[in-house]
């Protein structure tokens, strides 16, 4: 599990119980495992497989899961699917064809909205899943609420399961805590350069210049300064980034390093 340095609160900040997904009848511990992985991404953690071919537990999905124990450590194993969702009240039947069954199509997207809409009112939510070869049957689909389709290519439209559990549950969380990210740049710690740092960036580099030459004919300085600038401007750089830069120009006029501490306008 990658460790961030500085987390932002909020990307923590999710107060809905997430739903649940279903996999009906997956064949491979492989598929199992890294959709449990999928979910551990996005703060999903009950896990419920109906009739497992291989069995369980099943050390090929733990290994798949890569580090996602508590999810793992905490699948339900059902029978039927109508068991596995008998304690919720409302379910999304993940298909890629049209069906027989006559339900509401939605988008991951639309679907989380749902979902988040009635898990804040305290509805439980599941997604179901089908076979690694052939999906849900249309009896399957049946017991679902509606049914979730993602935007694919229609003359390619298969996807692994993990892959269908990923869209699915991002969609979720980015509608659960509004998007909010893991971190930013801190800009206490990487304040943006200030203008008159930039004006000293300029004037150093155009000086250095002018030694070797760089602007020929004479004519065109003012309008190929003009464009050095615009295109250092469009950088947005920070402080310490513009520091670094004038040393690189100090070094390229071969000046001798500066002292450590010293101010880079005293290159």
């Not at 039947?93 to 639309?110: I, Y």
């Not at 049957?137 to 229609?154: G, H, K, M, S």
């Not at 801190?186 to 930039?198: F, G, H, I, R, S």
């Not at 040393?247 to 002292?259: D, Y």
């Amino acid at each position: 599990m990658t460790r961030n340095a500085s987390i932002d609160p909020a990307a923590r900040d999710v107060d809905l119980a997430p739903p649940c997904v279903i996999l009906c009848e997956p064949q491979l511990g492989e598929n199992i495992g890294t959709a449990a992985r999928a979910m551990a991404n996005f703060g999903l953690h009950d896990l419920r497989i109906v009739n497992p071919r291989d069995g369980w537990p099943n050390e090929k999905a733990r290994a798949a899961a890569s580090r996602a124990d508590h999810v793992i450590d905490a699948v339900q194993v059902f029978d039927s699917v109508e068991a596995a969702v008998a304690d919720l009240g409302h379910v999304f039947a993940t298909t890629a064809r049209s069906r027989e069954v006559a339900k509401p199509v939605r988008g991951p997207d639309e679907a989380a909205t749902i979902a988040t809409r009635l898990g804040a009112g305290g509805t439980r939510i599941g997604y179901l899943f089908g076979r690694e070869r052939w999906g849900l049957n249309n009896d399957e689909v049946a017991l679902a609420d509606e049914i979730v389709t993602l935007p694919v290519n229609p003359d390619f439209a298969s996807l692994n399961i993990a892959q269908a559990v990923l869209v699915c549950a991002y969609e979720w969380r980015v509608k659960a805590n509004n998007g909010a990210l893991p971190f930013r740049l801190d800009e206490t710690q990487n304040p943006p350069a200030t203008k008159d740092d930039l004006v000293r960036l300029f004037e150093h580099l155009e000086g250095a210049l002018d030694t070797v030459n760089f602007f020929r004919p004479v004519e065109k300085r003012p309008s190929i300064v003009r464009n050095l600038r615009n295109i250092l401007q469009k950088a947005a750089l920070t402080d310490q980034e513009v520091k670094t830069l004038r040393g690189v120009i100090a070094a390229l006029e071969g000046r001798a390093t500066r002292p450590r501490g010293t101010q880079p306008d005293q290159v």
